[in-house]
């Protein structure tokens, strides 16, 4: 598939088979998020790429988020607090997820730039694994969940977790991507 029918497909799959995805397949998604552009060519991503038994122990760290979503169940209701409960619970039943880290930086204009980049990384992520016929979701967690993440992955103390992507074949025939806007740019002469 052409890169523009590669963006017309992507969307967010939150739920996957568990078959496993190849090595090949995988290396191929963090060679994509590594041509990433950042500010200054700092490459300031590190990538955890879990499968198997450490993806399962990222699942038990995920679906301690889901322990204070009960303070939301007012706002949220019900149906769709139960809905956030399985999905962080479970992550889609992903067979891999990918932790997304930077380094620690107390530099406002820095962290911004990594930010920035990082989200670039992420962006080729998803591309790369539905241009191979994979689906992915870019995952946001409660930041309370990120130092137990970080010891079950041994990540150094001067990194930080920025996004978690899960990764997997979708579970069923996808519907088509939801309507995006096209009203987003203004053009000056």
Known sequence: MDVFETFERRHSVRSFRPDPVPTEMLERIIRAASLAPSAMNEQPWRFYVTTGETRRRVGEAMAHGTTHLEEFIDVMGPELHA??????????????VIVCTMPKTEDEFWRLNTHLSIGAAIENTLLAATGQGLGACNITFSLYVRDELAKTLDIPEDRTIVAIV?????????PEPPAHRSDVAVFLD
Do not use: H, I, K, R
């Not at 809905?83 to 891999?96: D, I, K, R």
């Not at 899960?166 to 996808?174: F, T």
């Open 83 to 96: 809905q956030a409960v399985q999905w962080y619970s479970e992550l889609g039943n992903a067979p891999v």
């Open 166 to 174: 899960a990764v997997g074949y979708p579970d069923e025939a996808q």
